[in-house]
């Protein structure tokens, strides 16, 4: 069966917008996709462990050491709207 | 007729070196060929025709003095993921339309040192999401061998240009199948290497624990010389392996007789399009013939795959695609307060399947849904790769279709998610299990499209996987060309 999904609630949490025939139609794709990928548990049992990486890797250290890097320009260069070296972003704390 | 921009990469070199043409004539010839045809192909997003002018006229200096590399003067052209100094970097995606990086990404900063000339940036597939490239935001590659086609994704921008003979050798990204399918949809040869194993620094991030750069090219020969320039640890990149910078044509041409070839027995059944079959099994009848030790391999996890790569994948992009807030790069539109502003943003600047895949991935990582979707396809994870650990216990190499089918029409699957996601399920073992995968061409269909075969070996075996396809691809003689160019 199709999985039922709370659309609005996702669409908040993931910070995306949709026209009410889109949500529609997302619906009914996620719940046949979800439905295609639960298949993952027919052999997914608890004695199987876990991979998040196919090549494991501990902690990747470098020598704590000055490289050249981007300048306060080059990494401002591709902002929507800077003031004073910042990035600026509409107001986000309401004030009294 | 064949021009400068249709030969191979290593014969070019070799022709530079005796003095038979230069690396502008060559950098000439492909513009001339985009000229020509991409404006019905759609390959490039981008030219740098004046920084390649530039970058070709030092490189024939440089081979004038004797101190080039293999890479030096071969034109290229760069999936529009990988981050280009001073040049714009989309992703295919309208919310990163008017990005210009301030850096190069490590690959591109590897071949420009050994005196690369980049002739643009190819088209894809939004954020690389897709099969068929249909997902760009700014239209849809055409495929050379037929321009009703899809070229395949997620890197068919890559793949069309060295098909139509528009780049000598390309760049692509391969996070499900995106260099590997393509390849195959395209004619071309299209090399995943182990994950890890070419620097991601400068990549535009979709799935980390996949992404992979790859190469696309014109024979098995160049897949190598190019991973040679390329590969290799680098500092910048946290995830890249510790493995030195070698030369992988070293040992290309040593014979095959004696290695172990698996059949992957699950890869021939139903879906797959008999002309597909055909081709592929009359490939391992060469290898047989070439001495490879035939058998039949299982992989029995396999079928599990695609629904492990589409909750892994999704989840991991619904994380890195998070960074599109509207406040350090890309398109702002202004709302009454920060969550209105990036929500807007959002939903203006990415395309259909783009937003598909966040949901999916935001869904599947939410509160008690994690351990049902994102848990459990990480178990199958660990026993797709145990299934390669015990294939490789018997086999070498294995042997797969790369794809089921050949070209299909644009506009086929588009409204179809779960068809069009059956195009990556050979090429999405490799991808979670971290083996290095290659597609070389085959044959043709009846249709006269080309198909695909796809070989995997252990993790960090390029030099015995790229033998094995140089081999096979020396006995199939493979010479069919695009309608667009065979005239």
């Known amino acids: 069966m199709p999985v039922e999904i709370d659309i609005d609630h996702v669409a908040r949490l993931a910070r995306l917008e949709f026209t009410v025939d889109e949500k529609a139609r997302l619906r009914e794709q996620l719940g046949v996709i979800l439905e295609a990928a639960a298949k993952v548990s027919e052999v997914a049992t608890d004695d199987v462990p876990a991979t998040a990486y196919a090549i494991p ?6 020598p704590d050491e000055i490289t050249p890097s981007l300048t306060v320009e080059e990494v401002l260069s591709n902002a929507p709207e800077v003031e004073d070296d910042r990035f600026k972003v509409p107001r986000v704390v309401e004030v009294e | 007729m064949t021009e400068l921009s249709d030969r191979t990469a290593s014969d070019l070199a070799a022709a530079l070196r005796a003095g038979e043409c230069s690396a502008v004539e060559i950098l000439d010839s492909c513009c001339a060929r985009i000229d ?25 200096a440089r081979i004038a003095a004797g101190d080039a590399p293999a890479t030096a003067g071969i034109p290229l052209a760069l999936k529009d993921v990988l981050s280009t100094r001073a040049v714009a970097t989309t992703c295919g995606s309208r919310i990163l339309e008017t990005y ?18 980049l002739l643009g940036k190819t088209n894809c597939d939004e ?9 760009s935001a700014f239209g849809p590659v055409h495929n050379p061998w037929g321009l009703d086609l899809v070229p395949g994704g997620s890197s068919g921008g890559s793949a069309a240009a060295v098909a139509a003979g528009e780049a000598v050798w390309a760049l692509g990204t391969d996070t499900g199948g995106s260099v590997r ?36 090219t014109r024979s098995v020969r160049d897949a190598a010389v190019l991973l040679s320039a390329i590969g290799g640890k680098d ?3 946290a995830t890249s392996l510790d493995e030195p910078r070698r030369d992988y044509t070293e040992g290309l041409d040593v014979e095959i007789s004696g290695v172990r070839v698996g059949v992957v027995k699950e890869a021939f059944g139903e879906g797959v399009e008999p002309g597909v079959r055909d081709s592929v099994r009359h490939a391992v ?26 909750l892994i994948a999704p989840s991991e ?18 709302g009454a307060d920060s969550v209105e502003m990036m929500t807007r943003t959002r939903g203006a600047g990415f395309g259909a399947e783009v937003k598909r895949r966040i949901m999916l991935g935001t869904y599947a990582l939410s509160a008690g849904y994690y351990e049902a979707y994102y848990g459990q396809a990480q178990k199958v994870r660990t026993l797709i790769i145990r299934d390669y650990e015990a294939a490789f216990g018997a086999f070498d190499v294995l042997v797969s279709p790369t794809s089921p089918t050949t070209a299909f029409p644009i506009g086929a699957k588009i409204d179809d998610p779960l068809a069009m996601y059956l195009s990556d399920v050979f090429t999405i073992p490799a991808n979670l299990s971290g083996m290095p995968a290659i597609s070389i061409p085959s044959g043709v269909d009846a249709a006269g499209l080309p198909v695909g075969l796809q070989l995997t070996a252990p993790v960090l075996a390029e030099p015995t996987l790229l033998r094995v396809a140089n081999a096979l691809e020396a006995a199939l003689g493979f010479d069919a060309r695009p309608a667009l160019i065979a005239a």
Not at chain 2, 317 to 334: E, F, I, T
């Open chain 1, 57 to 62: 890797r501990s902690n990747v250290l470098r």
């Open chain 2, 36 to 60: 020509a045809v991409d404006g019905r192909v759609r390959a490039f997003l981008a030219r740098t025709d004046e920084l390649a002018r530039e970058q070709a006229r030092a490189a024939d």
């Open chain 2, 100 to 117: 210009v990086p301030p850096y190069d990404c490590t690959p591109w900063e590897r071949l420009r040192a050994e005196g690369g000339v």
């Open chain 2, 127 to 135: 954020f690389a999401m897709g099969s068929s490239n249909e997902n």
């Open chain 2, 181 to 216: 399918q393509p390849a195959s949809l395209s004619g071309v040869v299209g090399l995943k290497p182990t994950y890890g194993l070419i620097s991601r620094y400068g990549l535009i991030a979709f799935a980390s624990s996949l992404d992979t750069v790859g190469t696309l």
């Open chain 2, 235 to 237: 500092p910048m990149d």
């Open chain 2, 285 to 310: 009848d060469e290898l047989a013939g070439l001495g490879a030790q035939i058998g039949e391999a299982s992989l029995p996890h396999a079928e599990y795959a695609l629904s492990a790569y589409y």
């Open chain 2, 317 to 334: 992009a619904s994380s890195n695609l998070a960074r599109y807030d509207g406040v350090r790069y890309g398109l702002r539109v202004d």
